[in-house]
Structure formats: structure tokens, C-alpha cells
């Protein structure tokens, strides 16, 4: 049998931690910096966060971003009730853009004043696209049409954008 009289087990175990009750001085001028950067810091981000949003282009009425809602709706420019169904946008702002792979596209001005791109495609519903009316107002179907506002930018030819009517680009 085995005794444990002549050991001490507790020494043994944490006879390493005689440096602990030490401490080391900082210099007296360290803790006051750190405290007024903080400061600084803290004061910088209340300032950031209190200058309000981030400067973005003032909404415009969307009927005026196409050159295509100047015009009278025509015949062609309209959609009949099954394609507007469930549709969110004022029949008579609809007008004719294109027709592309994906179907025919139409331009109307949502009912919350966004403007909007509508594709119908044979035998299925009609989809929609919207974008915030801005004057650099810009609205994407698929990777095939972009709709872009008279005064917005135009796509570059060099990446398979060409011009399909005024303020449409297509990408075959």
C-alpha cells in the first residue's frame, strides 16, 4: 500500500507561481493617452452617426424618365387583364420597348411611383422588374434587356450592348 505522508502534494502541484504577486509599473503618461483617444474615438463615431444619410439622387416622377411615357399609349403599348394581373403598375402608363429571347417588354410606372419593366412571355405569367424612380433610374430583365432613364448611364457596347429604341439596350 502506498501513503502519501511524506509528500506534499499542493507545493508540488503550484510551486510555480511566486511572480505573481508582482506587478510592473506602466509610466504614468501611458493611461491617460489611451483614455483620451478613446475618448476621441467614441466622440468621432457619435459625429459620423449624427451627420445623417448618405447624399442620394432625388426621386423624380417616374413617367418622366422614358422618352417612350411622352408619347399616347397605342394599341400596341397595352396589356390585357390576364397579362397585368397580379401586377402592381398603372395600365395606362404601359408602353412598348422590345421583344427579346425572353419575351415582350413594356415600360409602366409602378403603383408606388417606381419605375418598371414588364416581360410577358407566351403561355406564362408576366414578370416584373422595378427600380427607384431616380434620374439615374436603371431596370434589368435577365441579363438580356436594361432599361436605363434618358439621363442615366449608358452600357458599354464593348460588353454586347447595343441599343434597341431610345433609353433600351439589348444583349444578345
Known amino acids: 500500500m502506498t501513503t502519501f505522508e511524506d509528500t506534499d502534494l499542493f507545493s508540488e502541484a503550484f510551486h510555480d507561481f511566486r511572480s505573481v504577486g508582482s506587478s510592473r509599473r506602466r509610466?504614468?503618461?501611458?493611461?491617460?493617452?489611451?483614455?483620451?483617444?478613446?475618448?476621441l474615438l467614441v466622440v468621432a463615431g457619435f459625429v459620423w452617426a449624427r451627420s445623417g444619410p448618405l447624399p442620394a439622387d432625388p426621386a423624380v416622377d417616374a413617367s418622366t424618365l422614358l422618352t417612350q411615357f411622352a408619347a399616347e399609349q397605342t394599341s400596341r403599348d397595352r396589356l390585357s387583364s390576364d397579362d397585368l394581373s397580379g401586377l402592381r403598375v398603372d395600365a395606362s402608363t404601359t408602353r412598348y420597348l422590345t421583344e427579346t429571347s425572353t419575351g415582350r417588354h413594356y415600360a409602366a410606372v409602378g403603383t408606388s411611383g417606381t419605375l418598371c419593366v414588364v416581360t410577358v412571355r407566351s403561355g406564362e405569367l408576366s414578370a416584373i422588374s422595378c427600380a427607384a424612380p431616380t434620374s439615374t433610374a436603371h431596370v434589368a430583365v435577365d441579363d438580356t434587356l436594361l432599361v436605363v432613364a434618358s439621363t442615366g448611364?449608358?452600357?458599354?457596347?464593348?460588353?454586347?450592348?447595343?441599343?434597341?429604341?431610345?433609353?433600351?439596350?439589348v444583349n444578345d
Open 27 to 39: 509610466p504614468a503618461l501611458v493611461t491617460p493617452v489611451v483614455m483620451v483617444a478613446a475618448v
Open 153 to 169: 448611364p449608358v452600357p458599354a457596347a464593348a460588353n454586347g450592348w447595343r441599343e434597341a429604341g431610345p433609353d433600351v439596350f
